[in-house]
């Protein structure tokens, strides 16, 4: 098992930055990709980044590119989610997930076998 607690969410304003941070207990945190999804209000869950175990391989919907970087720290069991230049649509709770079927391609939501809980982001115009 492993477990998954999201934190940095919050109320920023159009054109701001946050970090969202993900912190990893349990089974051996750097065997996973992890990857962030978001979910926007009346929409579906959908894939924002995503990095390999030994962070050598990212990738970035084309929504967030240049904008948002995905990074992880394996010796704190932890992954982040640098958000910059923020607008009112990247508004959604935002879930990190814990990729263990390399089988499935990293933005499929079932190639994760581990969820937080997720944070809210809100971006106001």
């Known amino acids: 098992q492993v477990q998954l607690v999201e934190s940095g969410g919050g109320l920023v304003q159009a054109g701001g930055s946050l970090r969202l941070s993900c912190a990893a207990s349990?089974?051996?945190?750097?065997?996973?990709?992890m990857g962030w999804f978001r979910q926007a209000p009346g929409k579906e869950r959908e894939f924002v980044a995503y990095?390999?175990?030994?962070?050598?391989?990212?990738s970035h919907a084309e929504s967030v590119k240049g904008r948002f970087t995905i990074s992880r720290d394996n010796a704190k069991n932890t992954a982040y989610l640098q958000m910059n230049s923020l607008k009112p649509e990247d508004t959604a709770v935002y879930y990190c997930?814990?990729?263990?079927?390399?089988?499935?391609?990293?933005?499929?939501?079932?190639?994760?076998?581990?969820w937080g809980q997720g944070t809210q982001v809100t971006v106001s115009s």
């Open positions: 997930g814990a990729r263990g079927r390399a089988g499935i391609r990293a933005d499929q939501e079932p190639g994760y076998d581990y």
């Open positions: 990095i390999s175990w030994s962070s050598g391989s990212t």
């Open positions: 349990g089974r051996t945190f750097s065997a996973y990709g």
